[in-house]
């Protein structure tokens, strides 16, 4: 644990270690960018529980070391969606690829799940009206979308609303561009 931790702070990230699983799992939730490296046997609760516990936490990846790895639980680490499995012993470079890898996964995850909520957020500001079209949108399907959208003109009152918010923030739709249906 400790060398691992000061190769990750030479490399200039921020370490944090927790001598168990039970331990990292009692800690408060923090949303950040970032990833967990585990050893795949821990006494108690055991890497791939840990990973278990963890797997409503897409934005942390999750790589497992082993000095003493099977097929068996490699597969299972990996089908249960591990970043990657390393065996002991390895090289620091190998290691910190891995950790750069899986920030970056973790970053993105991280952006997407910002993206969803603002979506969310610009849902809840829509009329009652504007949300049963957009709900009755979604249900039809995106060819069918395509093909209501050429025949029916709406009032220009909801035309010109609806150009304004998309002009806000556009949310991209294949074969929509902002001034019709390409």
């Known amino acids: ?42 006494p108690g609760m055991s890497g791939l529980d840990l990973q278990g516990r963890l797997a409503d936490r897409k934005e942390l990846p999750v790589i497992f070391t082993s000095s003493e790895p099977n097929i068996q639980t490699t597969v299972k680490a990996m089908k249960a969606g591990a970043f990657e499995f390393l065996t002991k012993p390895m ?38 009206r504007e949300r049963q079209i957009m709900d009755a949108v ?24 609806a150009r304004r918010r998309v002009a806000r923030d556009p949310v991209p739709m294949p074969g929509v561009t902002r001034n019709g249906i390409s």
């Open 1 to 42: 644990r400790a060398s691992i931790a000061r190769t990750v702070e030479l490399a200039g990230w921020k370490p944090v270690v927790a001598a168990s699983a039970e331990e990292f799992v009692a800690r408060p939730r923090v949303i950040a960018a970032g990833c967990l490296v585990v050893e795949q046997a821990l």
């Open 91 to 128: 090289n620091d470079a190998v290691l910190m690829r891995a950790i750069g890898s899986a920030i970056e996964h973790s970053i993105a995850r991280l952006a997407e799940a910002r993206r969803i909520d603002e979506l969310h957020q610009y849902y809840q500001e829509l009329s009652r």
């Open 138 to 161: 979604f249900a039809l399907g995106e060819a069918t979308v395509n093909q209501v959208a050429m025949t029916i003109p709406s009032p220009p009152t909801r035309r010109s609303r």
